[in-house]
Protein backbone atom coordinates (compact mmCIF):
# COMPACT_ATOMS: atom_id res chain seq x y z
CA UNK A 1 0.00 0.00 0.00
CA UNK A 2 0.70 3.55 -0.33
CA UNK A 3 2.12 5.87 2.23
CA UNK A 4 2.31 9.51 1.64
CA UNK A 5 4.38 11.30 4.66
CA UNK A 6 4.15 15.34 5.47
CA UNK A 7 6.84 15.53 8.15
CA UNK A 8 5.74 19.22 8.88
CA UNK A 9 2.63 20.13 10.74
CA UNK A 10 3.02 23.31 10.71
CA UNK A 11 4.96 26.09 8.65
CA UNK A 12 4.98 29.74 8.76
CA UNK A 13 6.36 32.10 6.17
CA UNK A 14 6.80 36.12 5.74
CA UNK A 15 4.71 37.95 3.48
CA UNK A 16 6.40 37.78 0.09
CA UNK A 17 9.19 35.47 1.20
CA UNK A 18 9.63 31.88 -0.05
CA UNK A 19 8.67 28.83 1.70
CA UNK A 20 8.84 24.86 1.20
CA UNK A 21 6.87 22.42 2.33
CA UNK A 22 8.36 18.81 2.91
CA UNK A 23 6.12 15.41 1.39
CA UNK A 24 7.47 11.74 0.65
CA UNK A 25 5.69 8.80 -0.16
CA UNK A 26 6.24 5.18 -0.32
CA UNK A 27 5.23 3.24 -3.22
CA UNK A 28 6.58 -0.02 -5.50
CA UNK A 29 4.54 1.26 -8.59
CA UNK A 30 6.46 3.13 -11.22
CA UNK A 31 3.52 5.12 -13.23
CA UNK A 32 1.49 7.33 -10.31
CA UNK A 33 0.36 11.21 -9.87
CA UNK A 34 1.38 13.70 -7.48
CA UNK A 35 -1.02 16.35 -6.02
CA UNK A 36 -0.78 19.35 -3.81
CA UNK A 37 -4.34 20.18 -2.56
CA UNK A 38 -4.84 23.61 -0.63
CA UNK A 39 -7.54 23.93 1.74
CA UNK A 40 -8.08 27.87 3.33
CA UNK A 41 -9.77 28.34 6.80
CA UNK A 42 -13.37 28.36 4.55
CA UNK A 43 -12.73 24.79 3.86
CA UNK A 44 -13.51 24.20 0.27
CA UNK A 45 -10.14 22.25 -0.83
CA UNK A 46 -8.32 23.31 -4.19
CA UNK A 47 -5.95 21.84 -6.20
CA UNK A 48 -2.58 23.76 -6.29
CA UNK A 49 -0.46 21.61 -8.56
CA UNK A 50 0.03 17.81 -10.02
CA UNK A 51 2.92 16.64 -11.17
CA UNK A 52 2.87 13.33 -13.29
CA UNK A 53 5.58 10.51 -12.18
CA UNK A 54 6.83 9.85 -15.64
CA UNK A 55 7.90 13.43 -16.13
CA UNK A 56 11.33 14.60 -15.32
CA UNK A 57 10.27 18.48 -15.75
CA UNK A 58 9.21 19.50 -12.09
CA UNK A 59 5.63 21.11 -12.53
CA UNK A 60 4.70 25.25 -11.77
CA UNK A 61 1.74 26.93 -11.66
CA UNK A 62 2.80 30.72 -11.09
CA UNK A 63 4.27 31.28 -7.76
CA UNK A 64 4.16 27.93 -6.76
CA UNK A 65 6.86 25.10 -7.96
CA UNK A 66 7.50 21.53 -7.20
CA UNK A 67 10.88 19.73 -6.77
CA UNK A 68 10.50 16.15 -8.10
CA UNK A 69 13.12 13.34 -6.92
CA UNK A 70 11.19 10.19 -7.68
CA UNK A 71 14.67 8.25 -6.56
CA UNK A 72 14.05 10.06 -3.71
CA UNK A 73 10.53 9.31 -3.29
CA UNK A 74 10.45 13.20 -2.45
CA UNK A 75 7.75 15.97 -3.80
CA UNK A 76 8.33 19.37 -1.72
CA UNK A 77 6.12 22.33 -2.72
CA UNK A 78 7.69 25.82 -3.19
CA UNK A 79 5.27 28.51 -2.63
CA UNK A 80 7.26 32.08 -3.84
CA UNK A 81 6.57 35.47 -2.88
CA UNK A 82 4.05 34.30 -0.42
CA UNK A 83 0.44 35.93 0.20
CA UNK A 84 -1.74 36.58 2.81
CA UNK A 85 -4.39 34.41 0.79
CA UNK A 86 -1.66 31.23 0.59
CA UNK A 87 -2.13 30.64 4.51
CA UNK A 88 -3.89 27.13 4.62
CA UNK A 89 -3.77 23.33 5.40
CA UNK A 90 -1.85 22.08 2.59
CA UNK A 91 -2.12 18.26 1.62
CA UNK A 92 -0.18 16.19 -0.20
CA UNK A 93 -1.42 13.36 -2.35
CA UNK A 94 -0.71 10.22 -4.45
CA UNK A 95 -3.02 9.06 -6.93
CA UNK A 96 -2.06 5.58 -8.76
CA UNK A 97 -2.17 5.67 -12.93
CA UNK A 98 -3.86 2.17 -12.57
CA UNK A 99 -7.61 1.69 -13.33
CA UNK A 100 -7.08 -1.14 -10.63
CA UNK A 101 -6.81 1.65 -8.03
CA UNK A 102 -10.02 3.51 -8.71
CA UNK A 103 -8.10 6.85 -8.99
CA UNK A 104 -8.15 7.08 -5.53
CA UNK A 105 -6.03 9.83 -3.76
CA UNK A 106 -4.05 8.74 -0.53
CA UNK A 107 -3.06 11.87 1.52
CA UNK A 108 -0.19 12.88 4.02
CA UNK A 109 -1.64 14.02 7.62
CA UNK A 110 -1.25 18.10 6.11
CA UNK A 111 1.12 20.92 6.93
CA UNK A 112 -0.91 24.28 8.33
CA UNK A 113 1.16 26.94 6.59
CA UNK A 114 0.87 30.91 8.77
CA UNK A 115 1.52 33.74 6.24
CA UNK A 116 2.83 36.61 8.56
CA UNK A 117 2.17 39.90 7.05
CA UNK B 1 -19.99 26.02 -13.55
CA UNK B 2 -21.17 24.93 -10.27
CA UNK B 3 -18.65 23.37 -7.76
CA UNK B 4 -19.16 20.33 -5.55
CA UNK B 5 -21.54 20.89 -2.53
CA UNK B 6 -22.31 19.16 0.42
CA UNK B 7 -25.12 19.58 2.72
CA UNK B 8 -25.04 19.91 5.82
CA UNK B 9 -21.61 21.66 6.65
CA UNK B 10 -22.06 20.70 10.38
CA UNK B 11 -23.96 18.29 12.61
CA UNK B 12 -23.66 17.76 15.83
CA UNK B 13 -25.85 14.61 16.78
CA UNK B 14 -25.85 12.12 20.13
CA UNK B 15 -24.20 8.68 20.27
CA UNK B 16 -26.54 6.18 18.83
CA UNK B 17 -28.45 8.69 16.32
CA UNK B 18 -28.21 8.57 12.85
CA UNK B 19 -27.23 11.11 10.03
CA UNK B 20 -27.02 11.70 6.60
CA UNK B 21 -24.66 13.44 4.33
CA UNK B 22 -25.40 14.53 1.34
CA UNK B 23 -23.06 15.39 -1.77
CA UNK B 24 -23.92 16.96 -5.48
CA UNK B 25 -21.20 16.63 -7.52
CA UNK B 26 -20.28 18.49 -10.55
CA UNK B 27 -22.95 18.28 -13.12
CA UNK B 28 -21.41 15.21 -15.78
CA UNK B 29 -19.13 14.13 -13.10
CA UNK B 30 -19.56 10.43 -13.36
CA UNK B 31 -16.84 9.04 -10.49
CA UNK B 32 -18.03 10.56 -7.10
CA UNK B 33 -15.67 10.10 -4.14
CA UNK B 34 -16.15 10.14 -0.45
CA UNK B 35 -13.49 11.12 1.85
CA UNK B 36 -13.11 11.37 5.87
CA UNK B 37 -10.69 12.83 7.70
CA UNK B 38 -10.44 12.26 11.74
CA UNK B 39 -8.94 14.99 13.72
CA UNK B 40 -5.19 15.03 13.15
CA UNK B 41 -5.18 12.33 10.71
CA UNK B 42 -4.50 11.90 6.89
CA UNK B 43 -7.68 12.15 4.66
CA UNK B 44 -8.64 8.57 4.32
CA UNK B 45 -10.49 7.38 1.10
CA UNK B 46 -14.06 5.83 2.04
CA UNK B 47 -15.90 4.51 -1.01
CA UNK B 48 -15.83 5.43 -4.96
CA UNK B 49 -18.79 5.57 -7.58
CA UNK B 50 -19.13 5.12 -11.16
CA UNK B 51 -22.37 6.56 -12.08
CA UNK B 52 -24.73 4.59 -9.57
CA UNK B 53 -22.56 1.57 -9.18
CA UNK B 54 -20.22 1.47 -6.25
CA UNK B 55 -16.60 0.38 -8.23
CA UNK B 56 -15.12 0.24 -4.34
CA UNK B 57 -15.64 0.28 -0.76
CA UNK B 58 -13.02 -0.77 0.76
CA UNK B 59 -12.42 1.91 3.02
CA UNK B 60 -16.06 1.67 4.15
CA UNK B 61 -15.04 1.46 8.03
CA UNK B 62 -18.33 -0.80 9.26
CA UNK B 63 -21.60 -1.67 8.32
CA UNK B 64 -23.09 0.93 10.01
CA UNK B 65 -22.25 3.36 6.94
CA UNK B 66 -24.20 2.90 4.06
CA UNK B 67 -23.65 5.31 0.90
CA UNK B 68 -25.81 5.41 -1.90
CA UNK B 69 -25.92 7.83 -4.96
CA UNK B 70 -29.52 7.95 -6.67
CA UNK B 71 -29.45 7.58 -10.76
CA UNK B 72 -25.81 8.32 -10.93
CA UNK B 73 -26.27 11.99 -9.37
CA UNK B 74 -26.35 13.15 -5.89
CA UNK B 75 -24.94 10.74 -3.28
CA UNK B 76 -25.78 10.54 0.49
CA UNK B 77 -23.89 8.65 2.88
CA UNK B 78 -25.94 7.12 6.43
CA UNK B 79 -24.35 6.95 9.39
CA UNK B 80 -26.62 4.53 11.56
CA UNK B 81 -26.20 4.19 14.74
CA UNK B 82 -23.44 7.01 14.87
CA UNK B 83 -20.39 6.18 17.21
CA UNK B 84 -17.96 8.31 18.79
CA UNK B 85 -15.32 7.65 16.64
CA UNK B 86 -17.45 8.64 13.34
CA UNK B 87 -16.77 12.19 14.25
CA UNK B 88 -14.50 13.87 11.64
CA UNK B 89 -14.99 16.03 8.17
CA UNK B 90 -16.72 13.83 5.35
CA UNK B 91 -15.39 15.44 2.04
CA UNK B 92 -16.83 14.63 -1.43
CA UNK B 93 -14.78 15.07 -4.61
CA UNK B 94 -16.17 14.34 -7.83
CA UNK B 95 -14.12 13.79 -11.20
CA UNK B 96 -15.32 13.32 -14.69
CA UNK B 97 -15.21 9.81 -16.07
CA UNK B 98 -11.50 8.90 -18.31
CA UNK B 99 -8.10 7.71 -17.81
CA UNK B 100 -5.39 8.72 -15.26
CA UNK B 101 -4.49 11.55 -17.53
CA UNK B 102 -7.27 13.75 -16.75
CA UNK B 103 -8.87 12.76 -13.82
CA UNK B 104 -8.47 15.32 -11.56
CA UNK B 105 -10.87 15.33 -8.45
CA UNK B 106 -12.90 18.56 -7.33
CA UNK B 107 -14.04 18.76 -3.60
CA UNK B 108 -15.97 19.91 -1.81
CA UNK B 109 -16.46 21.84 1.15
CA UNK B 110 -17.32 19.04 3.17
CA UNK B 111 -19.30 18.03 6.10
CA UNK B 112 -18.14 18.33 9.83
CA UNK B 113 -19.44 15.40 11.93
CA UNK B 114 -19.57 15.77 15.65
CA UNK B 115 -20.87 12.63 18.03
CA UNK B 116 -21.19 14.00 21.44
Known amino acids: AQTVTQSQPEMSVQEAETVTLSCTYD???????LFWYKQPPSRQMILVIRQEAYKQQNATENRFSVNFQKAAKSFSLKISDSQLGDAAMYFCAYRSAFPSSNYKLTFGKGTLLTVNP | EAGVTQFPSHSVIEKGQTVTLRCDPI?????LYWYRRVMGKEIKFLLHFVKESKQDESGMPNNRFLAERTGGTYSTLKVQPAELEDSGVYFC??????????????FGPGTRLTVL
Open chain 1, 27 to 33: TSESDYY
Open chain 2, 93 to 106: ASSQRGGPRTDTQY
Open chain 2, 27 to 31: SGHDN
